[in-house]
């Protein structure tokens, strides 16, 4: 290791131009379908990933405790299917999913048996497997996506020199980079494309506590602090508007406080915060709905509760989600194309998958 490095209660509200009422129920802020995914497998990782396909059916990869298998769960008809992608290496603890435009479901997944970053597409009933860099334990808190050629990008970290790394899919092959070498930089990393397909990344400083953002030009990275502000930066989770606007949801660990930070292309970042209601905010997952307004799912540790989040006129409307248990850990978000959130975290008593997403009433 490098040696220089340290170490609501809402009656209804509506869905902008869709139609649909959002109705409220019970103990639940709103009216919140709720299930069990996977009762045989005991997840566990850092990292859990829902996606949707082409007819919004909910796909989740995870990592089962119990093999040590990255696992993909898909919900057909109502009912949810498991199988395995990677059977061995145990594989999963990091891991991200995304659909390309053929419809087929990708997956970026760090390895422990070979320290080593992975890249894999379904072909008909199996996976195929690519290396995208082996240098040695690399490739966790990692993040991908697909750019309109539907070559990957992912951005993740070097355990061994503790350095921000990124890594593109090109014709010839993967490139791999060091973004930011730093100081001990690089974890919690979030990754999104601009609309000319170039990489802009989130992530910890964790030397100095502080929220950073790298992005690319396409020949060279900029790098600045976004928040350092006391203790900052931990689980960054990045979206991109139409306009190239960066949004940031993450964790404010002095206080422990869920922290949004925005900024409009050429101007300053504008810091607010979300939630401040004990200590929540881990495993934030940002999304922008059809009317680029932020939302976000989070895990309230001082309750353990799952929470939710969103932004109307300026105002932020938080929610409850799920208190059945300890719930809301390694939470990942996605909307449909009606704005309806659907929902992947963990039951922690049992570490077991869930799903959640909300029934609609049309007027």
């Keep these: 290791m490098a040696s220089s490095k340290k170490t609501v209660l809402l009656q209804s509200v509506f869905l902008a131009g869709a139609g649909l009422v959002l109705s409220s129920c019970g103990k639940h802020a709103l009216d919140w379908q709720i299930a069990f995914v996977d009762k045989e497998s005991k997840v566990n990782g850092h990292m859990l990933s829902i996606a949707l396909d082409a007819q919004e ?17 898909s919900r057909q008809e109502g009912k949810w299917s498991t199988q395995t992608i990677i059977a061995d ?4 603890t990091y891991n991200k999913l995304v659909f390309d435009k053929g419809g087929k479901p990708c997956v970026a997944y760090f390895e422990w048996k070979s320290k080593a970053l ?3 597409r379904q072909q008909g009933a199996q996976w195929k497997k690519e290396l995208v860099d082996d240098s040695a334990y690399v490739g966790a808190y990692l993040d991908l996506k697909l750019d309109a050629k539907g070559l990957a990008h992912i951005s993740y970290f070097d355990w061994t020199n503790y350095d921000l790394k990124y890594a ?3 014709e010839k092959g993967w490139r791999r980079e060091t973004v930011d070498a730093k100081d001990y930089v690089g974890m919690f990393t979030s990754l999104a494309l601009d609309q000319q397909g170039r990489p802009c990344i989130a992530y910890l400083d964790w030397t100095n506590q502080d929220l950073k953002i790298a992005r690319s030009d396409g020949a060279s990275w900029k790098i600045e602090v976004v928040d ?4 900052v930066g931990m689980f960054p989770s990045l979206a ?5 606007n960066m949004h940031i949801a993450y964790v404010d660990t002095g206080n422990w406080h869920l922290k949004y930070a925005y900024r409009p292309r050429g101007q300053e970042w504008m810091i607010s915060t979300i939630d401040t209601q004990g200590d929540v905010g881990r495993y934030a997952f940002l999304v922008l709905d059809s009317q680029e307004e932020p939302q976000v799912s989070y895990f309230d540790y001082t309750k353990k509760h799952f929470r939710y989040a969103r932004r109307r006129q300026g105002k932020w409307e938080r929610m409850l989600v799920d208190m059945e248990g ?11 194309s009606r704005d309806v959130p659907h929902l992947a975290y963990c039951e922690y008593n049992h570490h ?6 909300l029934r609609l009433e049309r007027r």
């Design 57 to 73: 059916q909910p796909h989740i990869a995870y990592c089962d405790w119990n093999t040590y298998q990255l696992k993909y769960a």
């Design 89 to 92: 290496g145990n594989a999963g």
């Design 118 to 120: 992975y890249f894999a």
């Design 168 to 170: 593109r899919q090109t």
């Design 228 to 231: 350092a502000e006391g203790k």
């Design 240 to 244: 991109l508007d139409h306009h190239g």
């Design 326 to 336: 300890d719930v809301g850990a390694f939470s990942s978000l996605v909307l449909d």
């Design 352 to 357: 077991l998958l869930k799903y959640a997403t």
